[in-house]
DNA sequence: TACATTTTCGAACGAACGTTCGACTCAGGC
DNA sequence: GCCTGAGTCGAACGTTCGTTCGAAAATGTA
């Protein structure tokens, strides 16, 4: 019985990560309308009905890409949470982590960006939920900085979302052989909108420093290392 | 003779803007792939066959949407900025015009942001070039404005592109009905962006347009002179 | 009126689309 | 040897796609 929710044999769910992959690869090159399903069936070298044994439906091919990417970046990000409190390193965490899964993924990237209003149905709904999550946590973030008195007066839904924007339209024009590495640029962009909130009172490029003493240094954390994918 | 360049009857050219319109429309909400010309046959009420007097091909429709909205938004770009040499004004246009042309209209700025890699040949060869012109004189005010002496050290290339993501990545969450004015998001979008490239060596907070030490004679000639639409 | 030009559209074209179906191969367990 | 189920695929289904074409309608000109 393939191609239900759960329990597979790891040979069907290493192949159904295979498929992903090559996927998203189509996808973030053609679009998903522009994609045909004979696209990735070309891509990925498993003919055209014997894909449908690992999918019931593009939709749902799409489904899979964006859900895990999108929980992979979560959970990355909350276990990197975990252990810090002040609001200013945990900005540089967000926008961290953000790009470091989005500059070492580029295809699952543009898939994320891109085709976000593709979905319909219960698809859509299960992706904007988790969507919603992690707008919902960066916005307590930034939050939590305002209570520290550190920011200006502005509202906080267009701060937020001027962040994402700044980091999801990268996809649009990155370039490893001309830009800056993940790193340097997620430290201009979280500088960018950190000074750009900031009210002036007091610095915000170090740590003000409450009960907290993880990360006292505000330039590098321990590198994030990227594993493989899946 | 049909669907040559140029020297129409007014009547052709203002069924045109109009089909334009609702193409934008279509395009908008569909997709360019996933919207067919028989949808906008359906939302313009001309027939299937009867739009193909009007333009040769879907993508040439797609390349009259983004010529018109893109040459409008340089060119009032340029009018607005020919009497300003204070760069920090310069960028605080910068970001009112393209927000306020976004903003007003919705169609176009998806079609502008979400569609710009669909076009091939000819058409994507002109549109990049205006795009370029666009980033270029982006870049160049970001120059001027390291040039005065207010700006840290960062890559200006990661800046702008930063700038145009937060104003760009707008059409996913912009909610007229739960947001700010389209004036009040510029301005926290420009102040996040100036505060957030700033040394702190001097104030960045200026008065707002007027009294502006005028000069600098930046000719602008008409070549991209294009009926408004709307 | 009669003619020429501009504008419209129904019908159809071939191509490509997502998906299905039944037959096939190939293991591993009896 | 035979059975079962997983995995694979060629061929085809019905639908929709962008575009074309010739003829009809509408409009302008004398």
Redesign the interface.
């Known amino acids: 019985m393939p191609k239900t929710e759960h329990s597979h044999h790891p040979a069907f769910d290493r192949k159904l990560a295979l498929i992903l992959r090559y996927a998203a690869r189509v996808f973030s090159e053609k679009?998903f309308?522009?994609a045909s399903v004979r696209d990735i069936s070309r891509a990925s070298g498993v003919s055209l009905s014997g894909l449908y044994y690992y999918f019931e439906s593009k939709q749902k091919l799409l489904y899979l890409i964006q859900l895990y990417a999108f929980s992979n970046i979560v959970r990355r990000l909350e276990e990197r949470l975990a252990a810090v409190t002040d609001p200013v390193v945990r900005v540089r965490i967000l926008v961290r982590n953000h790009l470091d899964y989005f500059l070492h993924h580029p295809a699952e990237m543009k898939v994320l960006s891109?085709e976000?209003?593709?979905l319909e149905g219960r698809f859509r709904r299960e992706i904007a939920e988790i969507k919603k999550r992690y707008y919902s946590l960066a916005l307590g973030i930034f939050e939590d900085l305002r209570s520290s008195g550190a920011v200006r007066r502005?509202?906080p839904?267009?701060?937020v979302?001027?962040l994402?924007?700044?980091?999801?339209?990268?996809y649009?024009?990155y370039n490893p052989k001309?830009?800056?590495s993940p790193e340097?640029?997620a430290d201009?962009?979280a500088?960018?909108?950190?000074?750009?909130?900031?009210n002036?009172h007091r610095p915000l490029r170090v740590s003000n420093g409450r009960a907290n003493r993880v990360a006292h240094s505000t330039r590098r954390e321990p590198e994030f290392a990227v594993r493989a994918a899946s």
């Not at 994402?164 to 990268?170: C, K, L, T, V």
């Not at 500088?191 to 900031?198: D, K, N, R």
């Open positions: 679009g309308e522009g891109h976000a209003d593709e502005m509202n839904r267009v701060a979302l001027s994402f924007g700044m980091m999801n339209w990268i649009t024009w001309v830009d800056p340097a640029i201009t962009m500088g960018i909108f950190l000074e750009g909130v900031a002036g």
